[in-house]
């Protein structure tokens, strides 16, 4: 593949790494300057609010008491980042929204195995919920990672072989 060819293929998955991955830092940054373990600003009251949580699980708190939890944490991360380059790589160009999806699972798994190799734990602070029900904080990088698995649902179950163009 020529130097242009590989820019061509990469330049996507470079730029969402990028992208998410300082927005991620960089607002996680902010929330443990800025607030207090636990403490929660209201952005739109009875839906939406910055509250600064620190998970040691995986979503919903899964295994956070676990003994080996920060090595499985970390392993299950570096796994699923070879992954997805793998996958990133064997993908054709045409099937962009694939592509696109999988640029945004990336910068999300870092982000995530960034924080569980610094600290042990993920730090997340959006809480959305409904009056007193709240679905577990998150972070930018588990956006990412939603979004990007978002589209590659859509891309196998709506796109002809996953295809954007024809």
């Not at 040691?56 to 008491?65: M, N, P, R, T, V």
């Not at 003994?67 to 070879?82: K, N, T």
């Not at 195995?113 to 997340?124: N, Q």
Request: proline fraction near 3%.
């Amino acid at each position: 593949m020529t130097e242009t060819g590989l820019w061509l293929r990469y330049r996507l998955l470079l730029f969402s790494t990028v992208a998410v991955l300082v927005f991620d830092q960089v607002t996680k940054l902010w929330v443990v300057g800025s607030f207090r373990l636990y403490e929660s600003i209201p952005l739109i009251e009875n839906f939406l609010a910055f509250t600064y949580v620190r998970n040691k699980g995986a979503a919903f708190g899964i295994l956070s008491d676990s003994s080996w939890r920060i090595p499985f944490f970390i392993g299950i991360g570096l796994v699923a980042v070879v992954v997805i380059l793998v996958f990133y790589h064997k993908t054709a160009m045409d099937h962009r929204f694939t592509r696109f999806g999988l640029a945004l699972i990336l910068p999300g798994a870092v982000g995530n195995l960034i924080d569980r190799i610094r600290m042990g734990e993920v730090i997340d602070f959006i809480d959305a919920h409904w009056y007193q029900y709240h679905w577990p904080a998150f972070n930018v990088a588990d956006s990412a990672i939603t979004i990007g698995v978002g589209c590659l649902l859509l891309a196998s179950l709506f796109l002809p072989e996953g295809r954007d163009t024809k």
